[in-house]
């Protein structure tokens, strides 16, 4: 059973910066691609970034990109998102994701795996 767990969220103001991590266990690590999905209140989860099992390939949302930087360490079973320039609007809970296909899913309905989520609040 792979089970994913979010660390580093927390509460900071607009222009700050925050690195969430994601740790994957029960599973070998290099055969999934991994995502980041975020939702705010009262809205729908939507895709924020993905990573390819090599972490050759990444794949940003507009509303994050050039701001927000996904990255897969193998040697410890860790995706991280480095998110700088944090806006008010990047408040949510953010959640890891992970699937053994071979290419990054932004489908979630697609996705096998989920970890719990991290809160990130950026104060205005």
């Known amino acids: 059973q792979v089970q994913l767990v979010e660390t580093g969220g927390g509460w900071v103001q607009a222009g700050a910066s925050l690195r969430l991590s994601c740790a994957v266990s029960?599973?070998?690590?290099?055969?999934?691609?991994i995502d980041w999905f975020r939702q705010a209140p009262g809205k729908g989860r939507e895709f924020v970034a993905g990573?390819?099992?090599?972490?050759?390939?990444?794949l940003y949302a507009n509303s994050v990109k050039g701001r927000f930087t996904i990255s897969r360490d193998n040697a410890k079973n860790t995706v991280y998102l480095q998110m700088d320039s944090l806006k008010a609007e990047d408040t949510a809970v953010y959640y890891c994701?992970?699937?053994?296909?071979?290419?990054?899913?932004?489908?979630?309905?697609?996705?096998?795996?989920w970890g719990r989520g991290t809160q990130v609040t950026v104060s205005s």
């Open positions: 994701a992970a699937d053994s296909s071979l290419w990054i899913i932004i489908d979630q309905t697609r996705i096998a795996y």
């Open positions: 990573i390819s099992r090599t972490g050759e390939t990444t």
């Open positions: 029960g599973g070998t690590f290099t055969r999934y691609m």
